[in-house]
């Protein structure tokens, strides 16, 4: 008896922790990105250079919409500063028309204290929506499935 109710406990451990990592994974990052913005972020790469961060910002276009290649892409911090990519790399079939893009930031330790907002076409997208600068080695990187970060 005893033996059938510890296999039953092991039974329904491994049940729960197979759907949290599910739910981890298929998680988006935003659930309700706006839909002025045409697009939605897949995650985020922070990588830290000495007193610097590198971000990389990876979007896929939302569905039926496309990206104004004409208007500008800022990274709006906390403190109002507006920062312009360092960086972009787009992929798709159409060059005229991206389905991905990747927009990398050089960000200064104060930047990321607090929340970061993308804008971008015709509305904005949460990156940070937290305070406080990720724990990072020199040289390291951590990559971020949602805005929680």
């Known amino acids: 008896m005893e033996r059938?109710?510890?296999r039953g406990f092991l039974i329904g451990a491994l049940i729960a922790a197979a759907l949290f990592?599910?739910?981890?994974?298929?998680?988006p990052y935003d659930w309700r990105p706006d839909p002025g913005a045409r697009c939605q972020v897949v995650g985020v790469q922070l990588r830290r250079d000495l007193n610097h961060f590198w971000l990389d910002v990876h979007l896929k276009t939302?569905?039926?919409?496309?990206?104004d290649l004409a208007k500008p892409v800022l990274l709006q911090t906390q403190t109002g500063r507006a920062l312009s990519p360092a960086d972009s790399t787009f992929g798709g079939d159409d060059p005229g028309q991206p389905r991905e893009m990747w927009f990398k930031f050089w960000l200064e330790r104060a930047d990321l204290d607090g929340t970061?907002?993308?804008r971008l076409n015709d509305g904005g997208l949460v990156i940070k929506?937290?305070?406080g600068i990720p724990a990072l080695e020199s040289s390291e990187i951590r990559y971020f499935p949602t805005r929680n970060w």
């Open 129 to 131: 929506n937290t305070t």
């Open 62 to 67: 939302l569905t039926g919409a496309s990206h």
């Open 21 to 27: 990592a599910g739910w981890s994974w298929l998680r």
């Open 4 to 6: 059938l109710k510890w």
């Open 116 to 118: 970061l907002h993308l």
